[in-house]
């Protein structure tokens, strides 16, 4: 099994910036970071296929959200500048899809979560 923990959420200004950090307890090449706003389903944010050199974007965070890993610390991050209201979730991180590498995959590992709130 693979834990997952979320650090760097908190309360930021509109247009401001956060990094928010997971620290992975195996390797998996796919991970992914997806957020869940109070009377919203969860949504996909950014991922990433190490392997397959590849990241993708939900388009309401594409040019404002980086997504990004640093192997050696085995840690996955999620660079976010020029925030907005709307950003306001619980941000989870997730590895091990069971099929593929898409936003839309099941994932098999979960984090506990970490709130940001943009006001």
């Known amino acids: 099994d693979v834990q997952l923990v979320e650090s760097g959420g908190g309360s930021v200004q509109p247009g401001g910036s956060l990094r928010l950090s997971c620290a992975a307890s195996?390797?998996?090449?796919?991970m992914a970071w997806f957020r869940q706003a109070p009377g919203y389903e969860r949504e996909g944010v950014a991922i990433?296929?190490?392997?397959?050199?590849?990241?993708t974007y939900a388009d309401s965070v594409k040019g404002r959200f980086t997504i990004s890993k640093d192997n050696a610390k085995n840690t996955l991050y999620l660079q976010m500048n020029a925030v907005k209201s709307e950003d306001t979730a619980v941000y989870y991180c997730?590895?091990?899809?069971?099929?593929?590498?898409?936003?839309?995959?099941?994932?098999?590992?979960w984090g506990q979560g970490t709130q940001v709130t943009v006001s």
């Open positions: 997730a590895a091990g899809p069971t099929i593929g590498c898409w936003l839309d995959s099941p994932f098999a590992y």
């Open positions: 195996g390797y998996t090449d796919c």
């Open positions: 990433m296929s190490i392997l397959g050199s590849r990241t």
